[in-house]
Nanobody
Framework: VQLVESGGGLVQAGGSLRLSCAAS????????MGWFRQQASGKEREFVA?????????AYADSVKGRFTVSRDNAQNTLYLQMDNLKPEDTAVYYC?????????????????WGQGTQVTVSS
């Protein structure tokens, strides 16, 4: 199983980026996938957003609500994170994650599959 993120980069505050996560090796169309970020080496990986197949439910961290949108294309086995109105505090390595269960999950320990991460840097 492989999850590959793309779309990270350097952007000015107020700008937008769209992250993609392409899954291969298994389908996550009936599972939950999510985005996490790690803002500095040694800091805990924190929840950003998730998309659950069960009920099509989404969940967001309070810090990104209203600015980030998670979506998925099951046919392409791909998860997206649209990030608008970016702030310097959004700077982090963003990770895509997948799990076998179909319900919402917000803790890193609930996910068994991880990508390698993509760097997002927001300048002020």
């Amino acid at each position: 199983v492989q999850l590959v993120e793309s779309g990270g980069g350097l952007v000015q505050a107020g700008g937008s980026l769209r992250l993609s996560c392409a899954a291969s090796g298994r389908t996550f169309s009936r599972s939950t996938m999510g985005w996490f970020r790690q803002q500095a080496s040694g800091k805990e990986r924190e929840f950003v957003a998730s998309f659950a197949w069960f009920g099509g439910k989404t969940a967001y961290a309070d810090s990104v609500k209203g600015r980030f949108t998670v979506s998925r294309d099951n046919a392409q086995n791909t998860l997206y994170l649209q990030m608008d109105n970016l702030k310097p505090e959004d700077t982090a390595v963003y990770y895509c994650a997948g799990r076998s269960s179909a319900v919402v999950a917000t803790r890193p320990s609930e996910y068994g599959y991880w990508g390698q991460g993509t760097q997002v840097t927001v300048s002020s």
